[in-house]
């Protein structure tokens, strides 16, 4: 009940596409949903985080999507750039109960943008 | 602003020693986190410390400690060291744990690779 799904593992785009990654989560009590950029030997960086009471949000080319009901949310990234190939995480947490503090990560999705 | 800093870069140790890891939070950062990202096995959550507590633990045995300290810095210590806890070592800082407006943004170092021969 504490997982977090992401897929894919591994996305290759072209220069200009868009990127879509995808989660899916059982707990019904997570309620705050981040997504981190890891770039090789470095830390995870905070990218754009959500909480359930709203459907979007946009931060300049990347958008998340949440669906409450079916417990998904995806990250789509328009105009993709090669300065985007890294690997992205998402994450949830709750602000009580078992989760509370922690952020349960997904498997992380390895993106790479063509030039 | 400084980010959130950690201690040694890389730590090479063998097996059965003692790892001792730091973090330096964010200014004004209270709460810090630690995680383990080994390889194939993604980032998971080991500890949380708010205002020098204990506030919640991962699925580790408890070889793996840590303590925060006045100033809100942390350190890492794993015990008897296994070669399966070769990994990077993430800490991560934040305002405060999960308060009433939510879970607060979680902010990580660059991380501490520890190798365990």
């Known amino acids: 009940q504490q997982q977090v799904k992401q897929s894919p593992q591994s996305l290759i785009v072209q220069k200009g596409g868009i990127s879509i990654i995808n989660c899916a989560y059982e707990?019904?009590?997570?309620?705050?949903f981040p997504w981190y950029q890891q770039f090789p030997g470095k830390g995870p960086a905070l990218l754009i985080a959500?909480?359930?009471?709203?459907s979007e949000k946009k931060e300049g080319r990347f958008t998340i999507s949440f669906n409450k009901s079916a417990k998904q949310f995806s990250l789509h990234i328009m105009d993709s750039q090669p300065g985007d190939s890294a690997t992205y995480f998402c994450?949830?947490?709750?602000?009580?109960?078992?989760?509370?503090?922690?952020?349960?990560f997904g498997q992380g999705t390895i993106l790479t943008v063509h030039p | 602003e400084a980010g959130v800093t950690q201690s040694p870069t890389h730590l090479i140790k063998t097996r059965g020693q003692q790892a001792t890891l730091r973090c330096s939070p964010i200014?004004?950062?209270?709460?810090v986190y630690w995680y383990q990202q080994a390889l194939g096995l993604g980032l998971q959550f080991l500890l949380w410390?708010?205002?020098?507590?204990?506030?919640n633990r991962g699925n580790f045995p408890p070889r793996f400690s840590g303590r925060q300290f006045p100033n809100y810095s942390s350190e890492l210590n794993v015990n008897a060291l296994e070669l399966e806890d070769s990994a990077l070592y993430l800490c991560?800082?934040?305002?405060?744990?999960?308060?009433?407006?939510?879970?607060?943004?979680?902010?990580f170092g660059p991380g501490t690779r520890l190798t365990v021969l």
């Open positions: 991560a800082s934040s305002l405060q744990g999960s308060g009433a407006g939510g879970p607060d943004t979680q902010y």
């Open positions: 707990n019904t009590a997570f309620d705050y």
């Open positions: 959500i909480r359930p009471d709203v």
């Open positions: 994450a949830a947490t709750s602000a009580g109960g078992t989760s509370y503090g922690k952020l349960t």
């Open positions: 200014s004004g950062h209270t709460s």
């Open positions: 410390y708010d205002e020098g507590e204990e506030r």
